[in-house]
């Protein structure tokens, strides 16, 4: 039976891989925002209240919390407004590379700042992608990152 016949749209069959950065359409969308752990640790943050809000004793299921752990150990714990700080920089960054091959994709971005790579060898054996960007761009990025989490500590 094809494809069409059960159902599933062709474009979506598309097999996502971020060796390669290549992801779903929807993921491309110019609305669509990668999500840095520390956002998604207020989303869950936030979820797990409401819940235990509604029934106190409801159980959260363990990929919840093995998801809210993980995201709690290694988000950095931001506010609101350090978050959007650093996506600020990275757009700055961004829109001062004029080679689109060069530019970091939104993906690299948060990978970036949720690893925390403190060398570019480091950033490029972590996200096998940034091989394609000078060093000297992405010295600058990760000096950029680490300057703001110096600061905002």
Do not use: C, W
């Not at 996502?16 to 110019?30: C, G, M, P, T």
């Not at 609305?31 to 797990?48: C, M």
């Not at 106190?56 to 363990?62: H, L, R, Y």
Request: hydrophobic fraction near 40%; charged fraction near 35%; aromatic fraction near 6%.
């Amino acid at each position: 039976m094809s494809m069409a016949a059960r159902g599933v749209d062709a474009k979506k069959s598309v097999v996502e891989d971020a060796n390669s950065l290549e992801f779903f359409e929807d993921f491309e969308q110019v609305s669509t925002v990668p999500l840095l752990l520390s956002e998604v640790e207020k989303i869950l943050e936030a979820r797990k209240d409401l819940q235990l809000r509604e029934d106190p004793d409801a159980a959260m299921s363990a990929e919840f919390t093995k998801t809210l752990d993980y995201a709690q150990r290694f988000g950095h714990s931001r506010s609101y407004e350090a978050d959007e700080a650093l996506r600020s920089i990275m757009e700055e960054l961004r829109t001062q590379t004029p080679d689109m091959e060069k530019r970091l994709h939104k993906f690299e971005e948060v990978q970036l700042i949720n690893l925390a790579p403190e060398t570019v060898e480091e950033a490029k054996a972590l996200i096998p992608t940034l091989v394609r960007v000078d060093d000297d761009i992405l010295e600058n990025v990760l000096q950029q990152i680490m300057a703001f989490r110096s600061f905002a500590t």
